[in-house]
């Protein structure tokens, strides 16, 4: 099995900073990306910042300037610095793992989600 553990979040003035991090175990060959998406209530998830195995990075257009996404391959965990958070920032963030698994003696192509966070912005 591969687990997600989710940490950071919480609740912060705008201006302020948060760092969330996600941390994958389990039956890892190998992970081909690693992200962050977020959803907001009454809209649809939406990413906010991907990076790969190359170290290419996807950051959706509010965040750019803003957050910061890392991977840290030896614990195979992904972190996103959130700075200068605004009020539209809130939502539940959710770490993504685009992973290549073993099941037997195959390495099957998998994605896992982790539970969610809350990540609250006050003005």
């Known amino acids: 099995q591969v687990q997600l553990v989710e940490t950071g979040g919480g609740l912060v003035q705008a201006g302020g900073s948060l760092r969330l991090s996600c941390a994958a175990s389990g039956r890892i060959a190998s992970i081909n990306a690693m992200g962050w998406y977020r959803q907001a209530p009454g809209k649809q998830r939406e990413l906010v910042a991907r990076?790969?195995?190359?170290?290419?990075?996807d950051y959706t257009d509010s965040v750019k300037g803003r957050f910061t996404i890392s991977r840290d391959n030896a614990k195979n965990t992904v972190y996103l610095q959130m700075n200068s958070l605004k009020p539209e920032d809130t939502a539940v963030y959710y770490c993504?793992?685009?992973?290549?698994?073993?099941?037997?003696?195959?390495?099957?192509?998998?994605?896992?989600w982790g539970q969610g966070i809350q990540v609250t912005v006050s003005s």
């Open positions: 993504n793992v685009d992973i290549s698994a073993w099941s037997t003696l195959v390495i099957r192509r998998e994605d896992y």
């Open positions: 990076i790969d195995s190359a170290s290419s990075i």
